[in-house]
């Protein structure tokens, strides 16, 4: 709208440095379609290649110590949250171990179950009597005595 209303006041303004009456005649179209300068047109920027590769950087005489101070605060900081996560984590070692424990501890049952069952199974009396047979052993006579240590190599005996 604004270019619209720019438009058609164009013809009633007088040209620039034009001096007697207005022409209210028709407007040329090269005029019609002419823009206006924009700003800072005749600014020409020259941009200068800069090389600083000769250019040596000064120590700062500072920045080492607070660089030493940034590590030991980040060393701090580091202890205090291993510090603080070390119980959460032992708990769960501790479980690990306890869960563990508790296989082994099960393991172990069924393994005595199993041979509670054998033990029942070769010690019953048929059994007995069976390896007995096969190993060739017989029962001793009431007047038999066997002796554990014939030769006396000076162990101590158990006597009642």
Not at 30 to 36: N, Q
Not at 91 to 107: I, M, S
Request: net charge positive; proline share 8%.
């Amino acid at each position: 709208m604004a270019t619209l209303a720019a438009l058609l006041r164009r013809p009633l303004a007088p040209p620039s440095g034009a001096s007697g009456p207005p022409s209210f005649g028709p407007v040329p179209v090269e005029d019609l379609f002419r823009l206006r300068a924009l700003p800072n047109e005749d600014v020409f920027l020259y941009a200068k290649r800069i090389d600083n590769s000769r250019v040596v950087r000064e120590p700062d005489p500072k920045a080492r110590g607070e660089c030493w101070s940034a590590i030991g605060v980040a060393c701090v900081l580091a202890a205090l949250l291993m510090a603080a996560l070390s119980p959460s984590v032992a708990n769960t070692l501790a479980g690990y171990k306890l869960q563990a424990l508790k296989q082994e501890e099960q393991h172990l049952l069924d393994e005595r179950r199993v041979l509670d069952v054998w033990e029942a199974r070769v010690s019953r009396q048929e059994n007995l009597q069976e390896l007995a047979k096969s190993h060739e052993l017989q029962t001793p006579a009431s007047g038999q005595v066997v002796r554990l240590n014939p030769k006396g190599d000076g162990l101590a005996l158990n006597r009642h």
